[in-house]
């Protein structure tokens, strides 16, 4: 049995977690369709069953009540080791976010297993090999996985989130957890922050316009923010950018940021660093506007101006509005 920890908000099942969903039934059908169950911790979205029955899960195993309304570590360790148990799991994942990463490692610690974070493929079950970013996903390494259950968490955008073609269950399962008062140590009391529409957006959109030191302050972006309304995208910066409260950190690509994957990237002013990277690498095309022709993000991008971005992109834009008359 494959065991995932399904992250869920207010909006619903975090898209990483259909992803990882989907890259266990990879596993499910090597393993000659081994069942897949769900764990959620905490408040779930009214559409739960449904959704993840879609994606081919037979249980979802839930965890409820007030010691799991806000998010514990610890707390929702020890609930996926108790749906573990009930479910007689071989393998428990979940997608690589923050919190996907640290309650899996905790698991895998608990259970005196190895654990691989950030996989991004698997290469059998026996024995149970795997490869997984690294270095901010700059290199691939492969790793086995010596002792059951396997544990590891998945990187964002390592397969894209598909529905199952035979749906599951999808039977939601009351899961009772003895907690022990050290899960409660360590718990969020309360969540302030950026939009998740404005964030999602951006991990979603098919042009990101990107920009960085380069576009010199606060009031350097209005070029770039035109460019991506002209495109129908969005615009993405880099953690100086949010560092120094140009823009806000909902708008960061990268490794602390969103990961992205639009069809088209187009960073302006951004050296490549590997954390930045990290979260563009799935672009699939990348149009870069650097004064430095030797800066990293120039040299990997598939096509690359040389300029300032404050004269290359409003002259972009100004051809743009001219075709379009
Ligand atoms: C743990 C950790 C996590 C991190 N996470 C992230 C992350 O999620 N996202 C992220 O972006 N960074 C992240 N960073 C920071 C990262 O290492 C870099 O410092 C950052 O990405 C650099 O931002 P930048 O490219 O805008 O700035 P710089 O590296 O300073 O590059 C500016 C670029 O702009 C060019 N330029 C300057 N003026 C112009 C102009 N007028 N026109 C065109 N080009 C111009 C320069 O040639 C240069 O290439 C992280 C760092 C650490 C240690």
Known sequence: MILVYVETSAEGIQEVSLETVTFARTLSEAGNGVPIDAVVVGPAPNDLSTE??????RNVHHASGDDF????????ASAVIAARQV???VVV????????NEVVARVATRLDVPMAANVVSFHGLSPF????????GAALEEMRLGKRPAVFSVAGHAVEPVPAETPGAGSIVPLAVDLAPED???????VEGADTDDADSLKSARVVVGAGRGAGGPDGFGDVIELA????????????????GWRPHHEQVGQTGSRISPEVYIPCGISGAIQHWAGCASSKVILAI?????????????????????????????????RRG
């Open 290 to 322: 650097n004064t430095d022709a030797e800066a990293p993000m120039m040299t990997k991008a598939t096509y690359a101006v040389v300029g300032d971005m404050h004269e290359v992109v409003p002259a972009i834009n100004e051809e743009i509005r001219r």
């Open 129 to 136: 090999v795997v490869t997984r970013q690294v270095v901010g």
């Open 93 to 100: 994942m979940a997608g690589g976010t923050n919190r996907g």
């Open 184 to 190: 409660l140590l360590g718990r969020v009391t309360s």
């Open 69 to 76: 309304d806000l998010f514990s570590g610890a707390a929702t």
């Open 229 to 244: 309304e002209l495109l129908g995208g969005t615009l993405g910066v880099s953690r100086v950018v949010t560092s120094l």
């Open 87 to 89: 479910a007689g799991s």
């Open 52 to 57: 993840l029955a879609s994606y081919g899960v």
